[in-house]
T-cell receptor, first 112, second 110 residues
């Protein structure tokens, strides 16, 4: 069974630009979660999507947004990039009714 | 106060040793708990869920103490391949928002 996939693996942007990160959940999983892991800060919850709707949001500014498509894949958009947005962005998915999250390999975003 | 707290370590142990990690959580409404392991620059991988009755998976045993609000992970007969950062996780009392500790680093030496 294929795991969670994310693209791209690496992304380099300059300050002020926009970044789009993509995630495909495990087949049969309907919920997608996004996390930011900056150096030394641990995983910080960003967004939770389920059945195409945003269900919960972490303590991040509105320039972090996303969506979930009918096939349950998801996109994270970060507008007006700042240097401190440089981090590993991880996507995870769960089956309906469970809390066990399975992570993709992440997208490493570097903002210069 | 951090919601999930762990000793960052590092724990340096010889192969074959038994090592235990503890973590505490602050939200008494938390219902689900997990241990993940994360290798350097890789994604977290689910190690085990933690149930009220405690659970064991091979060399790994997880315990939950709701009264004291702590979770433990015991690793017996440590292997070199167990070297990683172990993340303690709770649901923070609400669905869809797992709270991750910063992790405990384990280094198993030959």
């Amino acid at each position: 069974e294929a795991g969670v996939t994310q693209s791209p693996t690496h992304l380099i942007k300059t300050r002020g630009q926009q970044a789009t990160l993509r995630c495909s959940p495990i087949s049969g999983h309907t919920s997608v979660y996004w996390y930011q892991q900056a150096l030394g800060l641990g995983l910080q919850f960003l967004l939770w999507y389920d059945e195409g709707e945003e269900r919960n949001r972490g303590n991040f500014p509105p320039r972090f947004s996303g969506r979930q498509f009918p096939n349950y894949s998801s996109e994270l958009n970060v507008n007006a990039l700042e240097l401190e947005d440089s981090a590993l962005y991880l996507c995870a998915s769960t089956q309906w009714g469970t809390d066990e999250q399975y992570f993709g390999p992440g997208t490493r975003l570097t903002v210069t | 106060r951090k919601e999930v707290e762990q000793d960052p370590g590092p724990f340096n142990v010889p192969e074959g040793a038994t090592v235990a990690f503890n973590c505490t959580y602050s939200n008494s409404a938390s219902q689900s708990f997990f241990w993940y392991r994360q290798d350097c620059r890789k994604e977290p991988k689910l190690l085990m869920s933690v149930y009220s009755s405690g659970n064991e998976d091979g060399r790994f045993t997880a315990q939950l103490n709701r009264a004291s609000q702590y979770i433990s992970l015991l690793i017996r007969d440590s292997k070199l391949s167990d070297s990683a950062t172990y993340l303690c996780v709770s649901d923070g009392g609400s669905q869809g928002n797992l709270i991750f500790g910063k992790g405990t680093k384990l280094s198993v030496k030959p």
